[in-house]
């Protein structure tokens, strides 16, 4: 009976294993089998109840109550408005604008071909024909549309068709008007860089004069004789940013007026917004250390400015997007780190605090919104876990407050503007997004999309469960991380580890959301016979701007303590072969995996670094500044944790991956990096990527990347 029972159990789990079917690198990064799907074209409609949905080229409008398509608001087949890439509607959803055979220019930006569709009148008019624009968006009052073309913005009345060039000082590579320079779009996610008044009578907008920056080339390759260059400014660490300037201009009398932001152009406008009154202007306004935050207010009709408010840090300050103007003009909310977790303020117009809303050990992590009618306002946190994200409910006094979203993971919501309903994307590690609406009071109306074909999936192939765990290390500091171990796990069996990580300021991997196509990397990995892991060093978010800032002038120290810590955590587990680890990073993650390898050379056996950082004199100067100050202020910062000082340490197995074309981590990074092994005598594999950008991705690109590290990390771990 003993043998009888070990052949039927032999049986059964040699029939599991051939009953689940083997992840394919080729499912994951090309033929889209295995890719979560979200819900193209929605948005609420202005009367609160109805929404839309893009189902090919036509725009679909449903009854939130009922789920029943109450029609089409339009129909792209019908009228040769096929192939679009995107739409907006207009303030009163009587127009939309389309965007059309658009091209990327760097991570955020692009250009397309415009056109604004009157849904009363039926007719299509193109924004412009000369050629591509940037950026272009409808008043308020859906009568005009601004865009950039040529690094000039221009003003198309819809009426007249009369078109206003409102700058003509545009030139590539010296000015830009209403569009941003690289390193704002990248560092401080201004992209589109004007904003119409709430009147749509002015149009207040940034000018960038980037003729001091210095240049950076791309080289192209296209099969011709000689390769193509491609020139732009990139400003590095303690080289000359760009002069910014903000302007209104007042479309009525055609004036021009610029904005009292001070002597001091070795700063940053950090953002622009109208308040409820048209006649203010704000902005953020800071300096070049980025630990003096100043929020001001400008009178449209003079420019002159007064301060809101100011931030201090002995660090940095890096609250950008965090100012929200309540409907009645007379009050904003703002937030702020200053009691150590990020948290709410109520200030009046005139700059004074009326108000701290939440507090706690704990940050707020997104406003939602503010209902004027129940006079409650939405915010996201961590307050449960630093791991998680929940929807909560508050007054504007900070009483009776309530958590409205209650699944376990990550939530995000999206107010009707009546805020009578709300759509919520729910997601943990282990199962993929979920689109639902629910009426504000809670109640589940309907799914829009539940992704089952990937629980599916993910039910076939015998994927493991994501877990997670904790462990203090010889500092006394609590980390975070998760682990996926191989189907069929046997823990009297030695495994590999395989550890992936970022590592970067504010950034969180290990947390209970959905993590795209990596999951499915990781779990072949594991049906492989490894053992994943990640793991939040300090530095990274979630917990506090302590924390966060405490890598303060020497990114890259503490991090890799606790990286090196959380590998022997890992590695003195009884199932762990401590001879074969690895690890794995990109961009930062690069830059963290290349350090770990090469300081923690007698604990990683192997390491991966996708478009590492090697120096940090080599990067942008916002983002560097900002945590390192420059080099000649920090030498030794920049030094002691810079990889390419440290190639002599290497004794693991490293692969090196770049991506010729990347505009925002230059070659120049890891050609150094290359440089400096081969000066030490150290042997390497590197893979290079032509015409790719930062992202390395496009056709089959990711395929052949990731068939390349998988096979890396099989011959050598």
């Known amino acids: ?292 935050l100043k929020l001001f207010k400008t009178d449209a009709g003079t420019g002159a400015s007064t301060v809101l408010l100011e931030e201090k840090s002995k660090y940095y300050v890096d609250n950008y997007n965090n100012l929200t103007f309540l409907p009645d003009g007379k009050q904003f909310l703002w937030t702020s780190d200053r009691s150590g977790f990020n948290h709410i303020y109520l200030y009046d117009m005139e700059g004074h605090l009326r108000k701290q809303i939440t507090k706690g050990d704990w940050g707020v992590t997104k406003l939602q919104g503010f209902d004027k009618k129940r006079k409650v306002l939405y915010y996201q946190s961590s307050e449960r876990d630093p791991k998680v994200r929940d929807v909560y409910a508050i007054n504007l006094k900070g ?98 580890l395989f550890m992936y990580l970022y590592g970067g300021p504010g950034n969180q991997q290990v947390v209970d959301q959905w993590r795209g196509p990596n999951y499915w990397w990781f779990q072949m990995l594991a049906q492989k016979g490894y053992v994943v892991a990640c793991v939040d060093n300090r530095g990274t978010g979630g917990r506090g701007a302590e924390f966060k800032k405490m890598t303060y002038m020497q990114l890259g120290h503490y991090e890799t303590i606790d990286q090196i810590e959380a590998a022997k955590y890992l590695s003195a587990k009884p199932f762990i072969d401590e001879k074969r680890t690895g690890i794995f990073g990109w961009s930062y993650g690069g830059y963290m995996s290349s350090l770990c390898l090469l300081k923690g050379n007698d604990v990683f056996e192997m390491g991966i670094a996708v478009a590492p950082v090697t120096n940090w004199k080599w990067y942008d100067s916002i983002y560097t500044e900002r945590f390192m100050r420059t080099e000649k202020e920090n030498p030794k910062g920049y030094h002691d944790n810079s990889p390419i000082y440290f190639a002599n340490r290497l004794k693991g197995k490293y692969l090196l991956i770049h991506g010729l074309a990347d505009d925002n981590v230059h070659f120049q990074n890891s050609a150094e990096m290359a440089r400096a092994l081969v000066e030490a005598n150290k042997q390497y594999e590197t893979y290079i990527y032509t015409n790719k950008n930062h992202g390395i991705y496009g056709g089959v690109t990711r395929l052949h990347l990731f068939s390349k590290m998988t096979n890396f990390i099989e011959n050598n771990l």
């Open 399 to 496: 009483r009776n407050k309530s958590r409205i979203t209650k699944g376990a993971g990550w939530n995000e919501i999206s107010f009707s503007p009546t805020y009578d309903y709300y759509t919520l994307t729910h997601s943990t590690i282990n199962s993929p997004p979920t689109y639902a609406i629910y009426t504000n009071e809670g109640k589940w109306l309907r799914s829009l999309q539940d992704n089952r074909p990937i629980l599916k999936q993910i039910k076939a192939h015998g994927c493991t469960n994501v877990e997670f765990f904790d462990f203090t290390t010889s500092e006394g500091v609590k980390l975070n991380g998760w682990m996926i171990t191989p189907p069929l796990f046997n823990p009297k069996k030695k495994y590999p």
């Open 1 to 292: 009976m003993r043998i009888l029972s070990i052949l039927l159990l032999t049986i059964v789990v040699n029939f599991q294993s051939f009953a689940q079917e083997k992840i394919q690198l080729q499912d994951i990064w090309y033929s889209g089998k295995l890719y979560a799907r979200s819900v193209p074209g929605f948005n609420f409609m202005k009367d609160g109840r109805h929404y839309t949905r893009q189902e090919g080229n036509r725009i679909f409008k449903y009854d939130i109550l009922t789920g029943q398509s109450a029609g089409v608001i339009f129909d792209g087949d019908a009228v040769g408005m096929t192939d679009f890439s995107g739409f907006r509607f207009s303030d009163d959803e009587q127009k939309i604008v389309f965007t059309k055979d658009e091209e990327s220019i760097y991570r955020h930006s692009t250009r397309a071909n415009y056109f604004v569709y009157d849904l009363i009148a039926k007719t299509q008019t193109p924004v412009f024909t000369k050629g591509k624009q940037m950026y272009a968006l409808l008043s308020p009052d859906a009568q005009k549309v601004a865009f950039v073309y040529d690094n000039n913005l221009y003003v198309k009345d819809l009426s007249t068709n009369k078109l206003t060039q409102i700058t003509s000082d545009g030139q590539v590579n010296h000015i830009i008007n209403g569009a941003s320079d690289w390193v704002y779009e990248e560092e401080l996610g201004v992209v589109r860089a004007y904003e119409w008044a709430p009147d749509s009578k002015k149009i207040a907008y940034y000018r960038f004069d980037e003729s001091e920056v210095k240049e950076y080339t791309l080289n192209y390759y296209h099969d011709d004789v000689y390769p193509e260059p491609y020139t732009y400014k990139y400003p590095k660490v303690g080289e000359k940013n760009s002069i910014v300037d903000l302007y209104i201009y007042d479309l009525p009398s055609g004036k021009k007026i610029k904005v009292k932001s001070g002597e001091d152009k070795d700063t940053y406008i950090a953002k622009i917004q109208w308040s409820k009154d048209p006649n203010i202007l704000t902005f953020l306004h800071l300096n070049r250390h980025q630990n003096h």
